[in-house]
Structures are given as structure tokens and as C-alpha cells.
């Protein structure tokens, strides 16, 4: 099977430049795990996810570029999880995972930071699941029988799948495409957590 390859995607001046009005937004201590709206899939696009999740490819772990930037965030993260080892296994599968759905890994750690603050087990009220709170339906529409949300690179690459999906619902607008992905379009709450954590967290040099 040959491995999927995303297309990229813009970012938008604007949300670019509603991430940088928001610097001194404080993050919430805890989780905002909220639920992605489940909504119809046309043939095409179901075929599509279905194998952006279910693609087998192991070679993250063999990513020599990968070592740098894990241990740029290695102890940021491990403050989080408090458990190194774990906290160097998520920045490997995140990074991997988000590069192969045309993400940038930071931003993804952004959106765990939000939805779960970290927590491997994490559900939402809602039912949302594991570090990116992806909702169960989810495995149904476009996943495989058995497939288990809480593990690690299973919900990382459903996590990322599905927000490059919003992002292309959205023509590459990211402000909308968070908004989606918590299941809060049009309320600016959600993204400007989700930036605010990028830029003051997660990007280089902070």
C-alpha cells in the first residue's frame, strides 16, 4: 500500500494575525475536551480518511531530524506527564504523525495541550477520547473495528487526519478549522486557546 500524502495547506493572514493579538491570553489549567460534529461524508472522502488512519507505516522512530526538536520540548512536555519516557514517545509519534497530515507538530501539541493538558485517558463529556479528544463515531466512519482511541498513535493519527480534514472543509482557514475540530464553530473561544498555547508554549524560543 502506498503511503498517503497530503496536500498542504495554507495559513491565512488572518488567523496568523489573530495568533499574534492573543500572546497574553492565559490557558485554562484544565482540559476544554469538547466533540467534533459528526456530519456526512461524501464516498470519496470517507475512502480518503479511512486511509490516512489506517496507512501502517513505522518509520518515525527511524528520523534522525526528529531527535533536535524532541529534545528542544522534552522537558516542556515532561512537566506535563511527568514521565520522560512518555513524554519523549508522544513528541516522536506527534511530530511523525502531524508532518504526515501536512501539520505543524506544534500545533498539534498546542491542541493536546488544550483538549487533554497531556492526560493519555482523558474523555470529555461528550465521550471525546485520549490526548486529542477524538470522538468514538469516528472509528465507525472511517476507522477499523477494534481500534482503540486511547492508544497513543492511534489518537494522534486520528487527531491529525481529522483537523486536516476541517482544514480543507475550510480552505486552509485554521481559526475555523480549530473551531470545527472542538465543535465550536464560530465561537472564538476554542482557537484562541488553542493559538494562544502555540505561541506562548510551543513555539521556538518560548
Not at 21 to 40: H, T, V, Y
Not at 76 to 83: A, H, L, S, T
Not at 178 to 200: C, D, I, Q, S
Request: some cysteine; aromatic content about 8%; proline content about 6%.
Amino acid at each position: 500500500m502506498s503511503a498517503w500524502r497530503p496536500e498542504p495547506f495554507r495559513r491565512p493572514a488572518a488567523a496568523l494575525a489573530i495568533a499574534a493579538a492573543i500572546l497574553s491570553l492565559a490557558s485554562p489549567s484544565g482540559a476544554w475536551a469538547g466533540a467534533q460534529k459528526r456530519e456526512p461524508l461524501s464516498a470519496a472522502v470517507r475512502t480518503t480518511l479511512s486511509k490516512a488512519v489506517s496507512d501502517p507505516d513505522g518509520a518515525y522512530r527511524r528520523d534522525p531530524a526528529a531527535r533536535g526538536w524532541v529534545r528542544e520540548l522534552l522537558g516542556r512536555v515532561n512537566e506535563r506527564m511527568g514521565d520522560q519516557d512518555r513524554a519523549r514517545e508522544l513528541l516522536e509519534v506527534v511530530r511523525y504523525e502531524a508532518r504526515r497530515a501536512g501539520l505543524e507538530p506544534r500545533l498539534v501539541l498546542a491542541v493536546i495541550d488544550v483538549e487533554s493538558g497531556f492526560r493519555k485517558y482523558a474523555v470529555s463529556g461528550a465521550g471525546a477520547r485520549g490526548y486529542m479528544q477524538v470522538m468514538p463515531f469516528w472509528v465507525k466512519d472511517i476507522g477499523e473495528p477494534g481500534q482503540n482511541l486511547f492508544h497513543l498513535r492511534t489518537n494522534v493519527r486520528y487527531g491529525c487526519v481529522i483537523l486536516r480534514h476541517y482544514l480543507r472543509l475550510e480552505d486552509g482557514n485554521l481559526y475555523n478549522a480549530l473551531g470545527r475540530y472542538n465543535g465550536t464553530l464560530g465561537k472564538p473561544g476554542y482557537p484562541e486557546r488553542v493559538l494562544g498555547a502555540l505561541h506562548r508554549r510551543w513555539s521556538p524560543g518560548t
